[in-house]
């Protein structure tokens, strides 16, 4: 079973940037995909960006090109840094992982504000 905690959400003014963290521990040796989600009050949750064991990368067509997904292995962490946000991006973001063996595990979430 794997566990995961996010970090790194806030309030920002528009066209500023924040760094979104997520630590896995447990069973990670299993872990195919890492991601972000997020869901805004009265929408659904909604893929923002995955990356895969293999180093691929995904994003979704509205954060393309100012988000960027990364991870560090050593820290069993995978990161979001979010640049140009809007308040659109306005959501609780969360971490997801998938198992090889097709098992989705959520973190608990974070809150990201774009305001000025």
């Known amino acids: 079973q794997v566990q995961l905690v996010e970090s790194g959400g806030g309030l920002v003014q528009p066209g500023g940037s924040l760094r979104l963290s997520c630590v896995a521990s447990?069973?990670?040796?299993?872990?195919?995909?890492k991601g972000w989600y997020r869901q805004a009050p009265g929408k659904e949750r909604e893929l923002v960006a995955r990356i895969t064991a293999e180093g691929a990368t995904y994003y979704a067509a509205s954060v393309k090109g100012r988000f960027t997904i990364s991870r560090d292995n050593a820290k069993n962490t995978v990161y979001l840094q979010m640049n140009s946000l809007n308040p659109e991006d306005t959501a609780v973001y969360y971490c997801?992982?998938?198992?090889?063996?097709?098992?989705?595990?959520w973190g608990q979430g974070t809150q990201v504000t774009v305001s000025s």
């Open positions: 447990g069973n990670i040796y299993n872990i195919a995909a």
């Open positions: 997801n992982t998938i198992s090889s063996s097709r098992r989705w595990t």
